[in-house]
């Protein structure tokens, strides 16, 4: 958590010192709540969230002083009503063996590191892990996945740069049915200035996993760099279309952080939020709590 204040309290300081400034001494008024609004969709929270916090503080408060404080306590009760119903801990243990978990999203976000993150977290539950490099694209991805599998003594299979993606998801599958693997996590490219050809590699990736388990994957997981701000919602929706996405990471809240577009995001699309990134060491995943994290952002 003290990561994550850390982080967001950089994008929030730029929101809380709005509110500062905004409510000290005076009597709550129109231009006051207009000020508001404007800084809260400037934070990425969405205009409906903005204007939920808008009627909240005119219901009751309107012509009566009121102290930073107060604002930023409706903003974070507010924020936190949006986000409790998609904060959802990520679930493993549903009987399927493997269970298979595919890790999309756009070059940079942080697939890898997040794979590597869950990898050690399972691992250290006690669960079998084996790791598929799927982003056959990139040399630099396959070794990186290589190194988070030898770190947290999960297996890894990975073909020659340029391999065929749905090729490897297929061998991963067969492997890991065979050997009685726990946990399979499937790494996928990202290339989004290739939006088909990419798109078309995904569907197929999905497809073919399909062939060992019409189940499978059982969680398709989105990672969102939390500093894109507004580019989120965007992604999103690609890979919702693209891949069914069930669940969302977002990663890098440690640095200059935008996290406001999570409340959009959440209040647009309702998909649960299973983790957030606060780092690039192997411990900095940690379970997605909606009171922490509206907490930071109301600073
Ligand atoms: P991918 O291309 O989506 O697989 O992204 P990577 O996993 O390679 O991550 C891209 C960069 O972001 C790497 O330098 C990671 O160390 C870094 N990164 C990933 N997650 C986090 C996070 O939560 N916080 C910070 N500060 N950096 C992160």
Redesign the pocket.
């Known amino acids: 958590f003290q990561k994550l204040k850390r982080g967001l309290s950089r994008s929030s300081s730029a929101l809380t010192d709005g509110i500062t400034s905004i409510f000290t001494k005076r009597k709550l008024d129109a231009s006051m709540l207009e000020e508001l609004e404007d800084i809260l969709i400037q934070a990425d929270l969405g205009v409906d969230t903005a204007m939920a916090i808008t009627d909240r503080l005119s219901d009751g408060r309107y012509n009566k002083e009121i102290s930073p404080e107060e604002v930023r306590a409706v903003l974070s009760e507010e924020v936190e009503k949006v986000l409790t119903p998609v904060a959802e801990p990520l679930n493993l243990d549903r009987g399927k063996k493997p269970h298979v978990v595919l890790m999309v999203?756009v070059?940079?976000?942080?697939?890898?590191?997040?794979i590597g993150k869950l990898s050690q977290k399972l691992s250290a539950e006690g669960k079998t892990v084996m790791l598929a490099a799927g982003?056959t694209f990139r040399a630099a991805?396959v070794e990186?996945l290589r190194i988070w599998g030898e770190r947290t003594g999960a297996e890894v299979i990975a073909r020659d740069t340029g391999a065929d993606a749905a090729g490897l998801a297929f061998d991963a599958m067969k492997e890991a049915t065979e050997k009685g693997v726990d946990v399979l996590l499937i790494d996928t490219a990202?290339r989004l200035q290739n939006k088909a050809e990419l798109m078309e590699e995904l569907k197929k990736v999905i497809r073919v996993i399909k062939k060992h388990d019409p189940d499978a994957p059982h969680d398709v997981l989105l990672?969102l760099d939390a500093t894109t701000g507004q580019n989120a919602l965007n992604q999103v929706e690609i890979f919702g279309n693209v891949a069914g996405v069930t669940g969302l990471v977002m990663?890098?809240?440690?640095?200059t952080a935008r996290g406001g577009i999570l409340v959009a995001i959440a209040a647009k699309y309702g998909l649960p939020v299973h983790f957030i990134?606060?780092?690039?060491g192997v411990g900095?995943l940690e379970p997605f709590s909606a009171k922490d994290f509206a907490n930071a952002i109301a600073g």
């Open positions: 999203g070059n940079g976000t942080g697939k890898t590191t997040t982003d991805a990186q990202g990672t990663t890098k809240l440690d640095g990134g606060v780092g690039e900095d």
